[in-house]
């Protein structure tokens, strides 16, 4: 596609239950980001994966989420055990990988716990 | 933490430059200074980065200082469009990106 793709864009959850987030990125970029936004506030980093692996996780607030690239392109946000203050847009983006290149971001999921 | 300081709000008028700073004093020298913006309801979008000279691109230009503790985001007719927020972001190798609360740009027509 043109852009980096996350769906849904919308997702609303119950309190405890498990979701998962999907980011399809810009074809060929080997560089994948989560990040996470609260109202109000610049987007807070999560996990950056170089290719297939998790470079850097020091982001991921605690053992709930965990997030997948498995064949070095699709990735998934996963959620476990859902809290109210897990309500948040989750940002993915995306780049070359080369050093201080641009990176793309997608438009986000808008995840609501109820 | 984010290590950059921004304004929290400007105004500016319409077809007026606007002059965004932007503070860095502990940037490291190998690390590029990033600035994105955020639309509302959009997610971050890239505006321009640079290491050590001024950058000029067809949204922006940067203007850094020459002790690199500084830079300022120049738009040099702001536009409705340009109402967003302002990230200025020290990067490095990883493109990992240390976001702040920004500054919001407001446009008057």
């Known amino acids: 596609g043109a852009g980096v793709s996350q769906t849904p864009s919308n997702k609303v959850t119950e309190k405890g239950k498990y979701v998962e987030l999907r980011c399809d990125p810009i074809?060929?970029?080997?560089?994948l980001y989560w990040y996470r936004q609260s109202l109000g506030q610049g987007p807070e980093f999560l996990i950056y994966f170089q290719g297939t692996g998790a470079a850097d996780d020091s982001g991921l607030p605690n053992d709930r989420f965990f997030a997948v690239r498995p064949e070095g392109s699709v990735s998934t946000l996963k959620i476990q055990r859902t809290e109210r203050g897990d309500s948040a847009v989750y940002l993915c983006a995306s780049s070359s990988g080369t050093s201080n290149t641009e990176a793309f971001f997608g438009q986000g999921t808008r995840l609501t716990v109820v | 933490d984010a290590k950059t300081t921004q304004p929290n709000s400007m105004e500016s008028n319409e077809e007026e430059p606007v002059h965004l700073p932007c503070n860095h004093s502990t940037i490291s020298g190998t690390d590029y200074i990033h600035w994105y913006r955020q639309l509302p309801s959009q997610g971050p979008e890239y505006v321009i980065h640079g290491l050590t000279s001024n950058v000029n691109n067809r949204m922006a230009s940067l203007a850094i200082a020459e002790d690199r503790k500084s830079s300022t985001l120049i738009l040099h007719r702001a536009t409705l469009r340009d109402a967003a927020v302002y990230y200025c972001?020290?990067?490095?190798?990883?493109?990992?990106?240390?976001f702040g609360t920004g500054t919001l740009l407001a446009v008057q027509p």
């Open positions: 074809s060929g970029h080997t560089a």
């Open positions: 972001i020290e990067g490095g190798a990883t493109n990992k990106l240390i």
